[in-house]
């Protein structure tokens, strides 16, 4: 569910719990898709804290977790994990796993084709790679937020952008291209209620925007943003509402 793009982000396990936990509750509709059997050998490629890769064991399968992240996967292996430090864009495995899933993480790696051909060669003839991760259009509001209030700053904003949200169009012709048949694939906007404030969302996500600032004035940028997007994302009842879109997809690997 995560992965770390570089020294601006960096990834707390007790924040993550605290303010991004419906990352995982919300996985249900991609482990669905991944119709994972009792026995299989399956890679959860950002695999975060665990939370699904613990589901996906208790569902029979035998299952290795990697993150870019030490403490997520130390806080995975808390949860008697097999879990590994590992970059999604050199996966270290070939014809080893029946299915590769992903959640939550893809959108973090801005090389989509070296995560695609590292998970060609860790799936077996025939073996599956389904997931879902920010898709286009994905946080807009958020996004459009963060980087005019840097720019406000005199701070190149669009530059500090850590995520690649896809187009159907733009990763159908990478899977195709990475020698996948493609099964299914969509845009799906998914308005999600936050846990508590939007703050705490920035402080989890935003930190290659954050970083941009002086720790002095990180707290008033943070307010700023928080402010502009009042009117955008805090519904009548109160509770702010992220204005996310996911890429849910199912490939199978061709030989």
Not at 118 to 125: N, T
């Amino acid at each position: 569910m995560t992965e770390s793009t570089g020294p601006a982000q960096t990834w707390d396990p007790v924040r993550y719990a605290r303010n991004a936990r419906f990352v995982a509750d919300l996985g249900a509709p991609v482990v669905e898709l991944l119709a994972p059997q009792p026995g299989e050998r399956v890679l959860d490629v950002g695999c975060g804290d665990g939370a699904l890769t613990e589901k996906l064991v208790t569902m029979g399968c035998h299952v290795v977790g990697v993150d870019r992240s030490k403490a997520q996967v130390e806080a995975a292996r808390r949860r008697y994990l097999d879990a590994r430090v590992m970059d999604g864009e050199q996966l270290a495995f070939r014809d080893e796993f029946d299915a590769v899933f992903t959640n939550a993480a893809l959108h973090w790696m801005r090389d989509p084709d070296a995560v695609i051909l590292g998970v060609w060669r860790a799936l077996k003839s025939g073996g599956r790679f389904v997931g879902e991760f920010g898709g286009y259009g994905c946080v807009q509001k958020i996004r459009t937020a963060l980087v005019q209030a840097l720019r406000r700053r005199g701070i190149d904003g669009e530059s500090a952008a850590p995520w690649y949200f896809a187009t159907v169009e733009d990763y159908s012709a990478r899977l195709r291209k990475g020698r996948f048949t493609v099964n299914y694939i969509a845009l799906i906007p998914r308005p999600t209620p936050l846990p508590g404030d939007i703050t705490g969302w920035l402080e989890t996500f935003a930190e290659s925007f954050t970083s941009k600032v002086s720790a002095e004035q990180r707290g008033a940028y943070i307010a700023e943003v928080r402010e502009a997007l009042r009117p955008e994302l805090l519904d009548r009842q109160g509770i702010w509402v992220a204005d996310y879109t996911r890429l849910r997809f199912s490939a199978t690997k061709v030989p």
